[in-house]
């Protein structure tokens, strides 16, 4: 089954269809002469509403493909559609919450989670209570008037979701966000995503080089292989939620994928 | 010892120091007075030139009268080099072509020391107001030019990315990102300019205006008049540190940005 031919099945196999479409995707770099391919007729698909997991090894291109999809980079090659409309520049319906922290400085934390309303002709009154209402979501209540600087690397994430999904993305594209944190920060960080995200039916790409966050988040876990630049293995996580971090049907699901990863 | 007591102790030492050895240099008579007059007949003829009344001698009572002259060019002179060097410096750091287009030119221009401008400005401008605000909005331009550039080169791409996901246009991004992310060096480079520019209004004003502090102390020179000379060091010194404590504190009141990265 060449790539292509997995991204049409995905969307055939699912009950609702494919929102986002990624085909023949082609991306190279120039450095110093030397033009590296990093990724090659890659193919993939998500439906609405689905959490996929992207992961592969360090300097496969995981972030590259998500650039590319956030429209920060243009592809060599190939073409991303976002429920049918061809992507070609950044823009609202694309959010990514970054690995480093990508808060504004001299804003603050308020501040930050409405920076993506401040087009909105919205009077101040329901701005405010937007932004209070998502402050309070991703559990910052006291920390309204806190400048970024003063937060811990947790709480920075924190605000980075809340000022992506106060915009209400059509999907969400998350670049290892909870790589740089400790495991039980990252734990709870993966509990309030699924919190936040699961009864908003919110679509999201998630990149990470963790197994085992994988498999608590995914719906499905794709892997991006360095060798051919294309997404080689997929995998249906089909445990119930919230998911037994013990049970053995999980350790299983990690085990695979870290076989995966290995070859 | 509160600390902040402690601050203000160390931050008078080397004031004090200075104010102790000039005693003593001058009391002891190992400087004769025609060149550096004692403190206490410096401190008598700064009171008379700020507060003494107009005729009881050659500078009194001249003090606020020179002070708003010198204070209109400064002002003057260094709004221009603001206006001009904010604006190119961002448009230079963000703008390849831009940057391209002005390289030659505002480098070469940098080399030439402000001091050469002078000649050609009192050809242009005669003797005046405008050869001081000439000079003085030249020789500030620069840092606030360079400091402004470096500081749109240095803007993170991540936030212009965040803005862009988040719906910010890019004419919006320029004072929603651009300017507050720029801000500590756009701070440091107007910092840099108005210590310049009250250097220049020295300069300006050595060459024969009536009124403006550099015009008292050159004429002080001629009247062979050291105590005045020194009134003049010492205040455009202060009210050179006042001025610099003003313009931070007026950024920091004006913008947010300001206010919370310095
Ligand atoms: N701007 C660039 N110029 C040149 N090469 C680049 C550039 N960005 C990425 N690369 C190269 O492309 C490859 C893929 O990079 P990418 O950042 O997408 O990897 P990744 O899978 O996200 O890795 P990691 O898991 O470490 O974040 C790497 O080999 C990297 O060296
Ligand atoms: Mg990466």
Redesign the pocket.
């Known amino acids: 089954m060449t790539s292509s031919e997995r991204a049409v099945a995905t969307t055939e196999n699912g009950m609702s269809r494919a929102i986002l479409e990624i085909s023949g995707l082609h991306h190279r ?3 110093n002469g030397d033009s ?1 391919l ?1 990724l090659h007729d890659l193919s993939l698909a998500v439906r609405r509403g689905e959490l996929v997991c992207l992961i ?10 998500l650039k590319i999809v956030a429209g920060f980079l243009t592809p060599a090659a190939g073409e991303c559609r976002l429920d049918g409309h061809l992507i070609s520049r950044p823009g609202p319906d694309r959010c990514v919450v970054f ?1 480093e922290d990508a808060l504004f400085p001299w804003l603050t934390v308020r501040e930050n989670i409405g920076f993506g309303l401040t087009g909105r002709q919205w009077p101040r009154v329901k701005l405010d209570r937007e932004v209070e209402r998502f402050l309070d979501l991703v559990g910052l209540g006291e920390y309204g008037e806190h400048l970024p600087r003063t937060l811990s690397g947790g709480m920075k994430q924190r605000v980075a979701l809340a000022r992506v999904l106060i915009r209400e993305p059509q999907i969400l594209l998350m ?2 966000p909870f790589g740089a944190l400790d495991a039980q920060a990252r734990e709870e960080m993966q509990e309030l995503l699924l919190r936040l995200v699961r009864q908003r039916q919110q679509t999201i790409l998630f ?1 990470t ?1 963790d197994v085992q966050e994988a498999v608590v988040i995914a719906d499905r876990v794709l892997l ?1 292989d360095p060798g051919s630049g294309a997404i080689r293995e997929e995998m249906q996580v089909g445990l119930d939620r919230p998911r037994d971090r013990n049970d053995v049907r999980f350790h299983a699901c990690c085990a695979r994928l870290h076989q995966w990863l290995r070859v | 010892m509160g600390g902040r007591a402690k601050n203000l102790a160390v931050s008078l030492l080397l004031p004090l120091a200075t104010l102790l050895l000039w005693f003593v240099l001058s009391a002891g008579g190992l400087v004769p007075g025609y060149l550096l007059p004692s403190p206490g007949k410096v401190l008598v003829a700064g009171q008379q030139y700020i507060f003494g009344a107009t005729g009881e001698g050659p500078y009194a009572g001249r003090f606020a009268g020179d002070l708003a002259a010198s204070l209109a060019r400064v002002l003057l002179g260094f709004s221009l080099a603001a206006v001009l060097g904010i604006p190119l410096g961002l448009c230079a750091g963000r703008l390849a072509l831009v940057n391209r287009l002005v390289a030659h030119a505002v480098g070469g221009l940098r080399a030439v020391p402000g001091i050469c401008w002078l000649p050609l400005a009192m050809i242009w401008f005669g003797i005046g107001v405008r050869t001081t605000v000439f000079l003085v909005a030249m020789a500030a331009f620069f840092p606030i030019y360079q400091n402004a550039l470096t500081g749109a080169q240095l803007v993170a791409p991540i936030w212009f990315q965040a803005g862009a996901m988040l719906g910010i246009s890019r004419l919006k991004g320029i004072f929603a990102i651009l300017l507050p992310a720029a801000m500590p060096n756009i701070i440091t480079g107007l910092r840099l300019g108005m210590g310049i520019s009250w250097a220049y209004l020295v300069l300006g004003e050595l060459t024969g205006v009536p009124d403006g502090l550099g015009a008292v102390i050159m004429d002080a020179r001629m009247l062979g008049q050291t105590d005045i000379i020194l009134v003049g060091i010492i205040l455009i010194a202060i009210i050179g540190r006042i001025c610099d404590r003003l313009l931070v504190g007026a950024l920091r009141l004006c913008f947010k940005s300001a206010r919370r990265q310095l």
């Open positions: 770099f120039v450095h590296r990093v592969g090894r360090s300097g496969c291109g995981k972030s590259t493909l690995q670049d290892e990149v080089h991006l």
